[in-house]
């Protein structure tokens, strides 16, 4: 009964947080949203206490089920732990359970090192590399890196079927833009995650994961634990050969012994017992002892199967990673694509209130990116924001009526803002570079940055001295007081960066290629106008 | 390659591009079965309406084949570069249509150097010298299309010529004209013609049987195409090019101040008993691509006939017109204008009344942009696809698929399929939003559209759509 409860809701939230990251529609959000805004991690960084509150009452209640139901990595695992339980996979294929865990001994030692240097690191505002073992944000990293472009793929299929029978079911999604770091980063996550899971069950949360840990040493204090009944339990050890935590040690002669720190509450135990002699029960309740069984020893592994899911692993990653770009031709002239401009301070988006706030709070999930419908933000590539978003303008510019990202951030990286309120924070300021203007390389008029600018900071201006504005009718007059006609006279932005957001219209929409004449330099702590 | 074949490569390959490009009939099949299940309607061979130039005694098919709309096809249909692919005319196509033409007696075929980015004169050159007709049997014109400043000299409009010769593999030129005069004014004039003497080496040939007819095509500055009739008696215009149609016939002038009504311009040839080759006689296919209201209108009239076909009586029933050009892309538009002139049934002065006045202020009460697709604007030095941008546009409104106002019961699903269409039709990088405005595009427009301001037009509407600002008082218009 435990066992079905945690895995269908461990499927419910699982299938939930997947979609989330991969749905490219906008429902996706709005169904499962909630879901990563329950994720631990992300909630210690925003400090939201409420929710914090909630998961360690509910540790403290049932103890780990947060690590075998919200945790999408934790999940994953599992699920990992079960293709490999097939019995196709199994050596001995009548045996009824697949018997391959045996308990190990608890490394402390390691589990509190990694945790203690995470917090460390997370305190002293260096976690942009640490975070890279936190269990949600590296499920996430493996959705956006991995999944969402097979997905994104399949849309664009089921986008041409419908555009070739005209109707509107289907749109073409242009792929996020990632560089090929995070790509690795996931797959090298996913890897082990995935050899990990086969061989050791959920060794990965009981020795490395941070949240695993503290969530571990916390539910040593639930109120309800699995517990043995020694009255009925005949030592047979076919709890401990099928514990994925590997925290169940059957001695004979000995009670059996359970490390409730790394215990989950898959309830796998409950199931294999042949005397229904565990159960979840309160604290105080007694354990008996009773005589011991013999171990067995069963390695369970083949190459042919280890090299069958490798090579499958292998192929999913190198689906992921192939190119995105292609460039166009026809009866129309070609044009190249723009490149991104060095910015001395990289720009952060709305809401995220500063560049620090972003690396203080940010896991690094990638959520954020997974939705940006502008495909505006990517993962940075430094090292002290590593694969935490940040915005670029070659493909597009964080438009006015979208606040998608701090809706979905989990982790208080981006507070939620309105479409109001976006309207006056400066992220950043825009800067000319007149020797890219087209008005002086192509000696066209142009304005298409002044004209886009949804805050009117871009103001067109005579490139020479000796002309007055008449602040009446808007117009320019030269030295005699005679109307300028701005389309004879070179006409050049003029920031004013009082007015300007930073939201980089001008930068995108600039006709000029491969660098734009004018472009967004972030700024280090976001204003209000 | 059948035909469903090639409709289905052409319409890969070119996408919408195509559909735009497509100045047909859509939609208005004449071709229909009996109770006994025969075809009614075969394509009629030997019907054809011949009209007959008075200088050269030429029987001229009523229906002209223009080659500015060639069929294309995507260059690697594997590369899937969508949606604009490398494309390449369709020669094989080509080949077929015209041969097909030719069965059916259309005799004349207009090109110009400037056509289908360059090639239509090849691709006209082959598929005639491929048909196997002889040359007596088809009248070939073509453009002196000196546009570019670069091209003003006399050598350069002398080469211009040489080359028109070389590429349409043939020694002379039936009907030659000089191409869109009154684009740039007077000032242009001059400077392509009169003053660098192409006019006067072109007015040789002619005195050589070079050129068997020489005339001129005429979009814009009408003081342009006055000053030319006024010379007349000097240059003995063998015939003149003009747009006619019967929303032009009266309403040209009030639809755009720069345009110069068919009614005038036609009057000042038949004064003169000038020839008159009539172009855009459906607009570019817009006179087909009517909104449903005007369609029901012409429907009731004459129901088996396609809404191309009164456009194109309309245009045949002048009488002092030699031939009708029309841009055929798909073999249903040729046979479909085969059937409306084998033979032509000429309008009542009824109907042809009621075209000009009620129908054609019908179909101006629908706000789309008058841009026939010629490409002449293109290509958009910024990458601009204008042509694609009008058309979505136009079929929006046409369809009557326009997300209105917030407030209507459809609106959100209207918007989504405008927007969503928009992005199918046009890759973001060529979207109205990136016009910067430098207007190097406006002189190329025969149909003198604003296009900088149309443009700009759009994207406001667009961004409002967006922005999900749009109110029920403030719609596109």
Redesign the interface.
């Known amino acids: 009964m435990l066992k079905i409860t945690r895995r269908l809701l461990a499927l419910i939230f699982w299938l939930g947080i997947t979609f989330l990251f991969l749905d490219i529609s906008g429902v996706g959000k709005e169904w499962f949203g909630w879901m990563a805004k329950m994720q631990f991690l992300p909630n210690v960084m925003q400090l939201d206490i409420v929710m914090i509150v909630l998961l360690l009452l509910l540790t403290l209640f049932l103890g780990r089920i947060y690590c075998s139901i919200i945790c999408p990595a934790g999940v994953l695992q599992d699920f990992f732990a079960w293709i490999a339980g097939w019995k196709i996979f199994r050596r001995n294929k009548k045996a009824k359970f697949h018997n391959r865990y045996r308990y190990s001994k608890p490394k402390t030692w390691l589990r509190l090192a990694v945790l203690l240097i995470f917090i460390i690191m997370i305190v002293a505002g260096f976690n942009a590399v640490f975070i890279i073992l936190a269990p949600y944000s590296a499920y996430g990293r493996m959705v956006t890196a991995l999944l969402q472009p097979l997905y994104i793929d399949a849309n664009n299929m089921l986008a041409?079927w419908s555009?070739a029978n005209d109707n509107?079911m289907f749109?073409?999604v242009?792929p996020n833009t990632l560089p090929s770091i995070l790509a690795w980063v996931a797959a090298i996550s996913a890897l082990v995650l995935f050899i990990l899971s086969i061989y050791g069950g959920r060794t990965y949360c009981n020795t490395i994961c941070p949240v695993g840990t503290f969530l571990g040493y916390v539910a040593k204090f639930s109120w309800l634990k699995m517990k043995v009944n020694e009255d009925n339990c005949i030592k047979c050890g076919l709890c401990e050969r099928n514990c994925k935590a590997a925290c169940i040690k059957v001695e004979k002669g000995k009670p059996v012994v359970i490390d409730y720190t790394r215990c989950v509450v898959c309830g796998d135990c409950q199931q294999v017992c042949s005397k229904s002699a565990l159960h979840l029960a309160p604290t105080s309740s007694n354990v008996s002892v009773a005589p011991a069984t013999t171990k067995t020893t069963d390695k369970s592994s083949d190459m042919s199967r280890r090299n069958f899911l490798t090579l499958t692993a292998g192929l999913l990653y190198t689906a992921a990673i192939h190119g995105q770009d292609?460039?166009?031709?026809?009866?129309?002239?070609?044009?190249e694509g723009k490149k991104i401009p060095e910015r001395l301070t990289p720009l952060t988006p709305p809401g995220s209130l500063s560049a620090r706030n972003m690396q203080q709070h940010c896991t690094a999930c990638q959520l954020c990116i997974a939705k940006c419908p502008n495909n505006v933000l990517r993962p940075s590539q430094s090292l002290n924001s590593f694969l935490q978003p940040e915005m670029q303008y070659d493909k597009?510019y964080c438009?006015?009526?979208c606040t998608t990202c701090s809706e979905v951030c989990p982790a208080g990286a981006i507070r939620p803002i309105t479409v109001e309120e976006k309207t006056a924070v400066q992220i950043g300021h825009a800067v000319f570079v007149k020797e890219n203007c087209?008005v002086f390389t192509?000696g066209?008029?142009?304005?298409?940055c002044a004209?886009?600018c949804p805050s009117g900071a871009i103001q067109m201006v005579p490139d020479s001295e000796g002309y007055t504005l008449n602040s009446e009718n808007g117009r320019w007059y030269d030295a005699d007081g005679n109307m300028v006609d701005t389309?004879n006279v070179p006409m050049i932005p003029s920031v004013n960066t009082e007015k300007c957001i930073g939201c980089g219209a001008c930068e995108y929409?600039c006709?000029s290629r491969p660098f734009s004449a004018i472009y967004v330099e972030g700024h280090e702590v976001h204003r209000e106008i | 390659m059948d035909r469903r074949e090639f409709l289905k490569t052409a319409g890969a390959a070119?996408g919408a591009?195509a559909l735009a490009a497509c100045g047909g009939n859509v939609g208005g099949s004449i071709a229909g079965l009996d109770p006994m299940g025969h075809h009614t309607d075969e394509v009629p061979i030997g019907k054809m309406t011949y009209r007959t130039n008075p200088n050269t005694n030429d029987k001229v098919s009523i229906l002209g084949y223009g080659m500015m709309r060639l069929p294309n096809r995507q260059l690697d249909p594997s590369?899937d570069?969508?949606?604009?692919?490398?494309?390449e005319i369709d020669q094989e196509q080509v080949n077929r249509l015209v041969r097909y033409a030719l069965d059916h007696g259309v005799n004349y075929f207009d090109t110009s150097p400037a056509y289908s980015?360059g090639y239509s004169e090849t691709a006209t050159g082959i598929a005639l010298k491929a048909s196997g007709y002889d040359r007596s049997k088809y009248y070939i014109a073509t453009k002196l299309s000196n546009f570019s400043p670069a091209q003003w000299s006399h050598e350069e409009g002398v080469k211009i010529f040489q080359n028109s010769l070389k590429f349409l593999q043939t020694d002379y030129i039936d009907y030659l004209l000089l191409h869109a005069i009154g684009g740039g004014g007077m000032d242009t004039l001059h400077k392509r013609f009169l003053d660098n003497g192409v006019l006067d080496y072109l007015l040789e040939q002619r005195e050589k049987g070079v050129i068997r007819n020489l005339g001129f095509s005429y979009h814009g500055d009408v003081t342009c195409f006055d000053y030319l009739l006024s010379k007349h008696d000097e240059y003995k215009w063998d015939f003149v090019q003009i747009q006619l149609n019967y929303v032009d016939w009266y309403l040209a002038r009030e639809m755009n101040p720069n345009n110069t009504d068919a009614e005038y311009l036609y009057n000042e040839l038949d004064k003169r008993d000038i020839p008159a080759v009539i172009m855009e006689p459906l607009l570019g296919g817009r006179l087909s691509k009517m909104p449903d209201h005007v369609v029901a209108t012409l429907k009731q009239r004459r129901p088996d006939d396609s809404v191309a076909s009164w456009a194109f009586r309309y245009a045949g029933t002048k009488p002092r017109v030699l031939t009708v050009l029309s841009g055929m892309t798909y073999m249903e538009h040729l046979q479909d204008n085969i059937r409306s002139y084998s033979p032509l049934q000429p309008l009542t002065q009824e109907e042809q009344d009621w075209l000009e006045n009620e129908v054609a202020r019908l179909y101006y009460s629908y706000p789309t942009i008058p841009c026939t697709n010629c490409?002449y604007c293109?290509?958009?030095?910024?990458?601009i696809?204008i042509p694609a941008i009008f058309d979505h546009y136009n079929r929006c409104v046409n369809q009557g698929t326009m997300p209105e106002s917030a407030q209507a019961a459809n609106f959100r699903e209207a918007r989504?399929?405008f927007l969503?269409?928009y992005?199918?039709t046009v890759?973001?990088?060529?979207q109205a939003?990136?016009?910067?405005?430098?207007?190097?595009c406006v002189s190329h427009c025969p149909q003198n559209i604003r296009i900088p301001e149309q443009l700009?037009r759009i994207d406001g509407f667009i961004e409002k759509l967006?922005?999900?600002t749009l109110t029920s008082a403030e719609n596109i218009e």
């Open positions: 041409a555009e509107y749109s073409v242009e292609k460039t166009t031709d026809g009866g129309l002239a070609v044009i597009g438009r006015p009526e087209v192509d066209v008029s142009c304005g298409n004209y886009h389309r929409l006709p | 070119s591009a590369s570069q969508r949606p604009t692919p490398a494309e980015r490409q293109m290509p958009c030095p910024y990458g696809n989504r399929r969503i269409s992005e199918r890759p973001r990088e060529r939003d990136h016009c910067i405005g430098c207007r190097q700009r967006k922005q999900g």
